[in-house]
């Protein structure tokens, strides 16, 4: 079986479940509530109204909402093979024990990519309601959308394949669910120290804080710097797809 008919058979198996609706909760939730707050103050002279409802609307569901929603993902995504024991009659195939986990976190960054298309969208949709209910004549900002939502995608994947990494080693869904979410709790107040380069669960958070400073400060300096954050971000992400890998159902295989 070829990796490109093992990735079908995983998009069928979560076809028919909540995945896709899930996706849409957080975006509608911080989106709407976040623009219809700031748009409260916008003027027909506002300017920067596009960044600011970015901003806005970002930096909680960056730290908290996106990730909460992965951790949902991860679990439900490996519930197909949990329920009825479904991982043994997998694993009893002539399949990799590699390959299949290396599917499902395919499966699981193609949900992550679409989340950020939902959010993008409603994003878009939100604002240019808000802008011209209120008067506001500023451009649409298209590429500096596109740009962050992005950084959003990339700096999220270290974070999601640690938490696909808790999802495999541990079999009850409960354990895995508390272990991740006691891990983002703290990404705001990790992501003020010098180990925040660190600890995967802040990235997304720290980028959207750096497009806050970027936005209010003065200067031209970039809050956010590429280096050393890429290398120390690819190690981590190395490390924890690495363990979801070699792990993925040898506990099943005792």
């Known amino acids: 079986m070829s990796f490109l008919d093992l990735l079908k058979i995983e998009f069928m198996k979560v076809k028919r479940s909540k995945i896709v609706p899930l996706i849409f909760i957080a975006p509608l939730l911080v ?5 219809a707050y700031l748009s409260n103050y916008f003027t027909p002279e506002y300017t920067n109204a596009w960044p600011a409802m970015f901003i806005q609307s970002a930096l909680v569901y960056a730290y908290y909402l996106l990730p909460f929603s992965m951790i949902v993902v991860c ?85 999601i394949a640690a938490m696909w990494a808790i999802t495999v080693l541990f079999e009850k869904p409960l354990l895995s669910v508390g272990l991740n979410l006691l891990l983002v709790i703290p990404g705001v107040l990790v992501a003020n120290t010098p180990l925040w380069i660190a600890y995967p669960y802040c990235y997304s958070g720290y980028l959207v804080s750096c497009s806050l400073h970027d936005f209010t400060a003065e200067t031209s300096d970039a809050a956010f710097s590429v280096f050393p954050f890429l290398p120390c971000a690819i190690v981590v992400f190395g490390l924890f797809f690495a363990l979801a890998v070699t792990k993925f159902g040898k506990k099943e295989m005792r």
Request: net charge positive.
């Open 75 to 159: 679990v439900m995504i490996a519930g197909r093979e949990t329920g009825n024991n479904g991982i043994l009659k997998m694993l009893a195939l002539p399949v990799s024990r590699c390959a299949l986990s290396i599917a499902k976190f395919c499966v699981l960054t193609f949900y992550l990519f679409m989340e950020m298309v939902v959010f993008l969208v409603i994003f878009v949709i939100a604002g240019l309601i808000a802008t011209q209910t209120m008067g506001v004549t500023e451009t649409l900002p298209i590429l500096y959308l596109l740009k962050w939502c992005l950084g959003l995608f990339l700096t999220m994947l270290p974070c």
């Open 31 to 35: 989106v709407v509530s976040g623009v």
